[in-house]
């Protein structure tokens, strides 16, 4: 339950210095704090360094758009796009699972087969289809527990997603109970979460994207996706980074 | 036993139907100001621990002096009202979401809009709402109270013989349920978000409070030691939950303290929040004695209402909730408009409950008056 931590949000975000990245477009803002900086990517670093970074994005519905060019305006093409121009000579490659429909523990199940194409990093998107199922939180929990090891076992790094904010279907979809609960998650597994849904709240606060307005056109969509690819792009990055976190670092 | 309402649970259910009201609103950025977000139990707690504790005293005094078929007939009466309001609230949400399934269209969304397919087979979702099954978002309280209440009776008659063993009973329940992973079948899938064999320890334990046993604890609640340790344990849930908001500082919280703590479990009553709500309660009693004088003060007075009034104003913030997101969701999502609709909702609700309280004194004072004694619905204003 981050409302405390959004409102305040919006009374800051205004004056709070935002991410220190200075080509985002200004809509892709956020409080510096809503970014979770905390852990480093030890596979990553070591991917950089080999100038191979291979990136698997398992996600569903909400990893994608609709459309004939929809995955090339989707998030895991636009964290292509702003990572091989942030690491200049190190081959970025993102490769996709994306599957609307799909919960988390059905993506657990075909994760070993996606893990072949030896990624340095998995950014697993997840928490939509969960909630629309209602499927039980335990369950839910220990798919990610699960999915984490198995990625980690691997070799490589791992960063989550959390749902969309998604205002219009709030009274039908606990969304924002499954996206506290993958906070849970990454703090005990000491792993960085994006945390889509809290974002996507903050900027429909501040008037930032309309979520509101019925439209059957794709441009705000395309600019969330956008943003949301920079500011992953963020994390990877700080995460590449060999600096100690407060706390240590877990 | 002279059996004086005491005030305080009045006020402060009057409070958790209003931080509940808050809470309900989907993405309400006035709901920072609710419980939930400084410790680990929130308005829920409150609510269940005392309906418990008026429960018992409503139908407990009506049991003994009229009889076990009696008192149980009346429990049950109450139970099938609020089965009644919840699935009338069950018809206003339908008709929201087959407003919104008509009028909202965006890409972004595709995948979020899914859920409207349920419209597609009313013959399923209608018949699972009915056996409460399937609950929509925020919607499962009500359920609850109606399983607490509808199994109450036999507790209550054990509760009126012999209090420790009907707690101890409520307790074995509660770890079986943990042991046995045991819950309620929900649909389309899980359980319900409000185990009811989880939170019935709360609800009995209410009862049990109101028949002698929150005499039996006075002497551990009044200890210092006790409120000390009261104190100590809220400032940790205080300081955990800043982690929450703040997600650098989750570094701060020690591997193993994060181990130990997480998940904090709601569906099943984690321990951790029965801590918190009981230390919160210690705390309570300590700063407000039973009969503090401000209690009776006119600024506290819509809060004591609403308290008084329960069943008809949560069914009331419920409503208010869905058109307080109807009104963020059509016309304006920003800041100022949280708090208005806010604000206008408690004055709406302690409004209403003003009303009903009023028009209750006049049916009592109308022809053909009975005497209050034999309506212990009215002289406790509910359970």
Known sequence: ?250 | MKAERDLRLDLFRGLALWLIFLDHIPSNSMSWITIRNYGFSDATEIFVFISGFTAAFVYGRAMRENGFMVGGVRVMRRAWQIYVAHVFLFAIYLAEIAYISQRFDNPLFTEEMGILDFLKQPDVTIIQALLLKFKPVNMDVLPLYIVLLGTFAPMLWLLLRSPSLALALSGLIYVLMWWFDWNFPAYPGGGWIFNPLAWQLLFVFGAWCALGGARRLDRWVHSWWVLGLAIAYVLFCFAITLTWHIPRLGGYVPQVIGDLIYPIDKTNLDVLRIAHFLSLAVITIWLVPRNAAWLKLPLFRPLILCGQNSLEIFCLGIFLAFAGHFIFTTISNRLGMHILVSVAGVSIMAAMAWFISWYKKIERRGPGARPPAARPGLAGGGA
């Open chain 1, 1 to 250: 339950m981050r409302m405390l931590g959004s409102a305040l949000l919006v009374l800051v975000a205004t004056a709070v210095p935002v991410v220190a990245v200075p080509d985002h477009p200004a809509e892709c803002r956020i409080a510096e704090n809503q970014l979770d900086h905390g852990a480093e990517l030890p596979n990553v670093i070591k991917a950089i360094k080999a100038k191979q970074f291979n990136i698997l994005v398992i996600g569903a519905g909400s990893s994608t758009l609709p459309g004939a060019d929809g995955a090339t305006k989707a998030y895991p093409a636009r964290l292509q796009a702003v990572l091989a121009e942030r690491l200049p000579g190190v081959t970025v490659n993102v490769s996709t699972d994306v599957k609307s429909g799909r919960t988390a523990p059905e993506a657990l199940a075909t994760l070993k087969s996606a893990l072949a194409s030896k990624p340095a990093l998995v950014v697993w998107q997840a928490g939509t289809v969960d909630a629309m199922k209602s499927l039980e939180l335990d369950s839910f929990n220990a798919a990610l527990d699960k999915g984490v090891a198995t990625v980690q076992r691997a070799g490589a790094d791992v960063i989550l997603i959390n749902g969309q904010y998604s205002p219009r279907t709030e009274s039908l979809i606990a969304l924002s109970t499954y996206a506290e609960n993958m906070r849970w998650v990454a703090l005990r597994r000491g792993i960085p979460l994006l945390d889509r849904f809290n974002i996507m709240k903050v900027w429909a606060e501040l008037g930032t994207f309309d979520f509101e307005t019925p439209t059957k056109k794709l441009d705000i969509a395309e600019r969330v996706h956008d943003c949301i690819g920079r500011l992953l792009g963020d994390l990877v990055v700080e995460g590449s980074k060999t600096v100690a976190p407060p706390g240590g670092g877990r």
